[in-house]
């Protein structure tokens, strides 16, 4: 018999690893084609195959009667080679499965980024930004639903979401199913990552400062937090892996990429279809139910504008005749997040050697684990108040550690001025490190969505007003002293963690580490967290300032509702993935029973 090196196990594993995502890719493969052609007519038309679209055509096409066409403008994701790989999320950026968006130069904001200018990355892909999204699972507080129902959003208190959040969820952890706030046999499958050595250090220094482990999905709300994410085996859960894939069997669902909806037909002030462009050739398909948008924070707001849904004044100075007069891209908000980076001096971080070496590659392949298996280096976050928070039971502060040192690459893509960019290379000099990244959860700021002209191949005007409302600057520059406060407790001084940058050049004689530095910094850096909500805010009818009614159906237009991230009248305390998929869970049944 001939004996085996240790290295011959490594290959023999290695080698079934590869076969076995060999075969599960096949399988993939092997779902059944989506549509070419388009009828003439269906019962529901979903514009946009993101977050929400995906969970809408699952839903909606488990009534066998009716069909349903979902029509996404990017491609198929199934054959893409990264998209499923959690660490490789930054690989979307700037390519073809990316909206790219830029939004307006910023007033009191974005002074270090190349115009002033921030980058909006958004997944133009089946699947949407679930595609491209840092798979945290987060869902909000108790309070931030409360509130929407008491201004107006009838029937989506916290009791009446929390179903919605279980119905979709299969969590693999046995206690926080215990814990009465999780569910398992859902389609979103949700587990814990831990990928790195720092996470242990990070949980034992949070604790250090008095903070305690929480499920902050659960009944707690202000302390640390290993996160939960959209990650199952080493593969990105999203938004088409868990609710599309399954579905595309039924014969009442039909799905068409590469389709850019152009325009909502209306008639009466009814919708009754959609214009669709394909490969430069344009065709009308008819709805004989429901037109659904449910194109995002952006995408949706700019067809109901396109369409004449929208302020009158905007509408006219681009010709556009009116069919409703409602605050269409108003009510625009985004948190906004400034890296504290930090270098150390214990080889625990996440680098682009470690992500190479052939032990990390193995890893992954054969046990979907390891750091390309990591929620792109978030492990784990907290949620605090800032000392002028009112109710200290809503924290207004989110820290979010990212187990790597972002470099100039990273600074690159994120649109930094070439300045700014020489004061990232500083960061050269520690080859390990994370950064601690100081969050706002509710952004005061508010800011405005428009078209820059009536042709729909045009971007649209981002004008989110980023630190327009000085709250926003007390709010970061809070978090930011908490993580200072962390590089102090012992854990950290046992790595001989310390600010892995010098003074900022954006920042130039201020006294360094003074408020008035920190203020300047927050200002010229924080970037934005991609979290942009509220354009369709939903509401009560009588609000002057609501687009949709609690049913999400657009005020004063039958058979059109939005169903995605804009209809969210405030940011909950949180990341806005987990939000969506509730929206879209409940926003299914809402529809089903209209047809009742
Ligand atoms: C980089 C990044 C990181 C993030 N990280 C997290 C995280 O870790 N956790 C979390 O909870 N949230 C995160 N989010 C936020 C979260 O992913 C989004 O809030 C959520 O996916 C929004 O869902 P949606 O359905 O509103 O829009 P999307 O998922 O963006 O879907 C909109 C879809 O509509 C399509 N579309 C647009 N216009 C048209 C048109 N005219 N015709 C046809 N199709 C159209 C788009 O191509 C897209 O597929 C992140 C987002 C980004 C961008």
């Known amino acids: 018999m001939i004996a085996m090196g ?27 084609d989506l549509v070419t052609n388009l009828d003439e007519e269906y019962d529901y ?26 029509l996404e403008a990017g491609q198929d994701d199934r054959d893409h080679p990264t998209v499923p790989i959690p660490f490789k999320t930054l690989e979307s950026a700037h390519t073809s499965i990316d909206w790219d968006y830029r939004t307006v130069p910023q007033k009191q904001a974005l002074k270090a980024f190349k115009e002033q200018k921030a980058w909006w990355h958004r997944g133009k892909i089946l ?44 969590n693999e952890n046995a206690d926080f199913v215990k814990s009465g706030y999780h569910k398992m046999g859902g389609p979103l ?14 949980v034992r220094a949070g604790k250090e400062m008095g903070f305690k482990v929480i499920n902050i999905n659960g009944a707690e709300s202000d302390g640390i937090v290993e996160i939960q994410s959209t990650i199952h085996k080493g593969k990105r859960q999203s938004s088409s892996r868990s609710f599309l894939y399954p579905a595309l069997w039924r014969p009442n669902l039909y799905v068409k990429t590469d389709s850019l909806v152009t325009k909502i037909l209306l008639k009466n002030k009814k919708a009754v279809g959609v214009t669709v462009m394909h490969n430069k050739t344009i ?78 590659q193995v890893k992954y392949m054969v046990f979907g684990k390891g750091m390309l298996a990591s929620p792109n280096g978030f492990e784990m976050v ?35 001025s070439n300045q700014t960019l020489h004061d990232i290379s500083q960061r ?56 200072k406060k962390l590089l102090g407790t012992p854990s950290m ?57 609690p049913k999400l159906r657009i005020k004063g237009v039958e058979n059109l509702r939005v169903v995605d991230a804009s209809v969210i009248p405030s940011l909950p305390s949180g990341t806005t993935h987990i939000p969506t998929i509730m929206i879209a869970e409940k926003a299914a049944d809402l529809i089903k029973q209209a047809q009742t």
């Open 283 to 360: 065709s009308d398909v008819r709805a004989r139910k429901e037109v659904i948008l449910s194109a995002g924070t952006v995408g949706s707001a700019q067809l109901l504008l396109l369409s004449g849904i929208g302020p009158e004044k905007h509408l006219k100075s681009l010709k556009i005749p009116v069919h409703a007069d409602l605050p269409v891209g108003d009510n625009l908000q985004d948190s906004l997040s400034l890296d504290y980076p930090v270098g150390i001096n214990r080889p625990l971080s996440i680098t682009q050697e470690r992500l190479e070496s052939p032990w990390e």
């Open 382 to 416: 907290t949620f605090t108040s800032s000392a002028s928070n009112q109710d200290k039971s809503w924290p207004d502060v989110q820290l979010q550690f990212r187990g790597t040192l972002g470099d100039v690459v990273y600074g690159q893509i994120l649109g930094f």
């Open 45 to 70: 038309v979903i514009v946009g195959g993101g977050t929400a679209g995906c969970v809408l055509a699952n839903r909606l096409s488990e009534q066998q009667d009716v069909t349903v066409l979902l």
């Open 493 to 549: 001084k046992k790595l001989e963690a310390a600010y892995a940058e010098l003074p900022s050049s954006a920042c130039p004689g201020l006294e360094f580490d003074t408020d008035e530095y920190w203020r300047c910094v927050i200002r010229a850096r924080a970037q934005p967290a991609a979290r942009p909500v509220g354009t369709c805010r939903m509401g009560s009818v009588k609000d002057p300032l609501v687009v949709t009614d």
């Open 428 to 483: 050269e000099r520690f080859k390990d490190g994370m950064s601690c990244f100081s969050n706002i959860l509710r952004p005061h700021s508010r800011g405005t969505l428009r078209l820059s002209s009536a042709n729909p191949l045009q971007t649209p005007v981002i004008d989110p007003k980023y630190l327009e409302n000085k709250s926003d600057v007390d709010i970061l520059l809070a978090g930011i002293k908490l993580c």
């Open 127 to 170: 699947g949407g930004s679930s595609n491209i999204n840092d798979m945290i699972y987060t869902r909000g507080l108790k309070q931030d639903y409360d509130s929407w129902a008491k201004n107006g959003a009838e029937g989506w208190a916290y009791s009446d979401v929390l179903p919605y959040f279980m119905k979709s969820e299969n």
């Open 6 to 32: 240790p290295w011959s196990y490594v290959f023999l594993i290695s080698a079934v690893g590869i076969f076995t995502g060999f075969i599960v890719q096949r399988k993939l493969n092997e779902l059944p």
């Open 189 to 202: 499958k949700v587990g814990r990552s831990k990928t790195h050595g720092l996470t242990n250090h990070l």
